[in-house]
């Protein structure tokens, strides 16, 4: 057994300054560098799965709301839509192409949320859905709406839900690509579109 002198006994005790070497930093960047390639594939696919079950549930949803809509009033959206419009698009970017595009998207919210299909911004004006009788507006029917997961807008091909119209009418988001396979008149979905047939 070592014994210490008493200068030694009354040394502050002093931690060793030493580093890590250059051998050592490398192998720790090593092993950070191979968790993280093994872990980001699995945390991104978990992402894209998260987005595409929220689009899944917000199409679902919205069918939902607009079947309410169209129960409580008699009337179908496309019937209300504003002069020139034959799509209703949510909030986010609406496509461009088959699907309608900022001049020929109806708002959406207007006709969910404040009954102003015809966008003419007066409350109970002409064109807006029933506010007294049996078949009234009841709403708003949601709080909200958002745009898809991919920060591109929900859409409806709404003239389709006119009088005896047969083509099928959809609540479609473009996808991850943002871009829509699927055509406004087609009997099912395509590509990596997710939505809904209302009819």
Known sequence: MTTLTR????RPFILSTRGFTLVEVIVILAVVSILVAIVTPTVLKYI????????????????????????????????????????????????????????????LTLHLISNDPNQ??????????RTTGRRKYKGPYVQVLNEDPWGNAYQINAISLVGGDTTPTWIISAGPD???QTTPTAAALSGDDLGVRLK
């Open 120 to 129: 003419d911004a007066s409350p109970n004006g002409t064109g807006d859905y």
């Open 7 to 10: 200068a030694q006994r009354n």
């Open 178 to 180: 943002g871009a829509f």
């Open 48 to 107: 894209t799965e998260a987005q595409q079950s929220r689009a899944e549930e917000d199409v679902r949803a919205l069918s939902v709301v607009i079947n309410d809509l169209i129960k409580d009033t008699g009337q179908f959206p496309g019937a209300k839509l504003a002069t020139g419009k034959t799509f209703l698009c949510g909030p986010g970017t609406p496509s461009t192409g088959d699907w309608g595009d900022a001049t020929t998207c109806g708002d």
